[in-house]
């Protein structure tokens, strides 16, 4: 068994069947599939299992409690394959997928770890989609497409199993990389992620999980100097939206408008929207949002983050 692929679910018993369906039509001559069922209320189990009953690979459906770190990490502890890669319920796998990320850990022995390429599977039609695109190396090792040698992970940390979805598979990464292995990008292994419309709160709400940097921070502080702009910013945006309340704050204390030209650098960034008044006020909260989110990551970590 060359490679082991394993997804963690919860209640998506028609997405996960359907990306059930794309990891059985895989071109790769040796693989299984692990379901990992985080207690699901829906049948996601009992389906899975009926769904793969027939089928030429072989296909285990556990149950397993906990975070969705936890969760992954149980995948490692049960794998039969060399590889071990990870995908999400919500993502659909090209044909060639495995066969690529099989191929780039098989030819080049120093790589621990590889992510692959992961865009929309349907076009984007209206603002605040909810899906994932990534065609180039991030740093953020995205769990929806990530692929490890098998020994190494078991060797590391692996995903953090305490701040939930958020930063978890950064952490992951990380932890490979602290035992020497090398990270690489395989551009020809794809996944398609859906296109969903949950709601600007939503994405409120999850912006605000960039808190959950501060445990991985503080475990792996190179990750400042590896993805965070200037070493403290999540984004460069971010760091003009920070200047930008600063120079407004001084300009009404100290009664000097000239001190609002510090509000220049993210107006030009954002005033895209300005034919959209809600838009801008949407995007205007949702990068506070964020900011709000590093700050308390920071605090976690004992630096600053923005």
Request: a neutral charge.
């Amino acid at each position: 068994m060359e490679i082991t692929v394993a997804v963690p679910v919860k209640d998506r018993r028609e997405q996960m069947l359907r990306c059930l369906r794309s990891l059985l039509e895989q071109d790769h001559p040796s693989y299984e599939v692990l379901v990992l069922d985080n207690q699901s209320s829906d049948g996601t189990a009992e389906a899975c299992r009926e769904f793969a009953a027939d089928s030429g690979v072989p296909v285990r459906i556990d149950v397993v409690p906990g975070t969705v770190g936890a969760v992954r990490n149980q995948a490692g502890c049960v794998a039969r394959g060399e590889f071990l890669a990870f995908t999400d319920s919500d993502c659909v796998a090209a044909p060639g997928w495995l066969s690529a990320v099989a191929r780039a850990l098989r030819d080049d022995p120093g790589l621990g770890v590889v992510c692959g390429a992961t865009r929309p599977q349907d076009p984007i039609v209206r603002g605040w989609p909810a899906t994932i695109e990534v065609e180039r190396w991030t740093g953020r090792f995205e769990s929806c497409n990530v692929a490890f040698r098998t020994n190494a992970f078991l060797e590391s940390d692996g995903f953090d199993e305490h701040v939930g979805h958020f930063w978890e598979d950064t952490a992951a990464g990380y932890a490979l990389l602290r035992h020497g292995w090398r990270a690489g990008f395989v551009g020809d292994a794809v996944i398609y992620h859906d296109v969903t419309y949950p709601g600007f709160a939503w994405h409120l709400k999850r912006a605000m999980k960039a808190r959950n940097l501060g445990p991985v921070l503080a475990r792996y502080p190179e990750i400042a100097h590896d993805l965070l702009w200037r070493g403290v910013f999540l984004h460069r945006r971010d760091a003009k939206l920070v200047l930008a309340a600063v120079a407004l704050t001084y300009a009404v204390r100290s009664r000097r408008p000239l001190a609002t030209a510090g509000v220049a650098p993210y107006a030009a960034e954002r005033l895209r929207h300005w034919r959209d008044p809600k838009g801008l006020v949407q995007t205007v909260l949702y990068d506070s949002a964020v900011v709000a989110g590093c700050f308390r990551a920071g605090l976690t970590a004992r630096r600053l983050v923005l």
